[in-house]
């Protein structure tokens, strides 16, 4: 994985140059839009931030300077007006802090990022005997095994709950699980509608969950080919989740954690391309992980409590 460099001028423009391809199956059903496929990885956390020997304890760093929201906005509005269509980031640091939600698209359907709750979820309940499912739904983001984890959760309710409930500790208080199918091509639990905001607060109070570590680690172990967004990042360990919209066209993004010389902070993105292409759906989020990473040194971020 490389480090990306640049102003987010040279970021959105090199959108410009990119061209979408073949036929695609999303990450939660089958092949339906005209794009080429990909999800999401990176690179192991340096040693200088692992946990302490207590659980949910950070070692500290020295305070640096962030940029403020108004300059966050400013730039990212730069940012968005290059895109190509509606994109979104949300901030929110480990330990504690306001919420930054920027740009024009903060709500949509989770798609497969919501494998990474569930996958806890799973653990606790299953253990070893679900642990190779949800390396492959975290790590290959393979559909099948993250229906075997859900079934593994109960009925449809049981399982929802189950879910729902690893939400709430890690700080979103709001997000619902979808337990019915309400498209008959994709699983319930894949059109849960989660916001970027309430995803980054679930992200970052992730960090702090001691059982959830297996997870985290396995967001630092997903496939090459799915090594985009985020995995522009030095540092970041990450779920994507692409699909098509009920009026077409593919929604792309993902969820993680971005570790930083100040500490981690909890960060959803997302895209939805005005060509409706995959493709340059994940050459949005390339450019939101480049502006990121650009600037990752002065973003909010703490350490868990």
């Known amino acids: 994985m490389h480090r990306v460099t640049g102003s987010s001028y040279a970021i959105a423009l090199s959108l410009a140059l990119l061209i ?3 036929t695609i199956a999303t990450d939660d059903g089958p092949a339906t839009d005209t794009s080429s496929v990909s999800e999401s990885t990176s690179l ?13 304890v950070w070692s500290t760093a020295a305070p640096v300077e962030t940029l403020s929201v108004v300059d ?3 730039e990212f509005g730069v940012l968005e007006a290059a895109a190509g269509g509606p994109i979104g980031v949300a901030l929110v640091p480990v330990g504690g802090g306001p919420p930054i939600v920027l740009g024009t698209w903060t709500s949509g359907v989770a798609w497969s990022t919501v494998k990474v709750p569930m ?16 390396a492959a739904a975290i790590e290959r983001s393979d559909n099948a095994a993250a229906d075997a984890l859900w079934v593994s959760l109960g009925d ?12 709430r500790q890690g700080g979103d208080s709001v997000t619902t699980i979808q337990r019915e199918r309400v498209r008959p091509e994709f699983s319930a639990f894949g ?4 916001s970027t905001q309430n995803q980054a607060t679930f992200a970052a109070g992730l960090s ?20 985009w967004g985020l995995g522009q990042l030095s540092d970041a360990a990450f779920k994507g989740g692409w699909g098509p919209r009920v009026d077409g066209g593919y929604v792309v993004r993902q969820v993680g954690i971005v570790t930083t010389v100040a500490g981690r902070v909890g960060v959803a993105i997302a895209a939805q391309p005005d060509s409706g292409s995959f493709t340059d759906g994940t050459a949005m989020l390339d450019a939101v992980g480049g502006w990121l990473e650009s600037r990752s040194d002065r973003l909010p971020a703490g350490h868990c409590l």
């Open 20 to 22: 979408s391809g073949c």
């Open 44 to 56: 192991p956390m340096p040693r200088s931030s692992e946990p302490t020997s207590e659980p949910g």
């Open 72 to 74: 966050l906005a400013a």
């Open 119 to 134: 996958a806890v979820a799973a653990l606790r309940n299953g253990g070893d005997a679900v642990l190779a499912d949800a």
């Open 156 to 167: 449809s309710a049981a399982a929802g709950s189950a879910v729902e409930a690893v939400l």
């Open 191 to 194: 059109q849960t509608e989660w």
């Open 208 to 227: 702090c969950i001691p059982d959830a570590q297996p997870v985290v680690e396995m967001m630092n172990n997903v496939v090459p080919e799915q090594q």
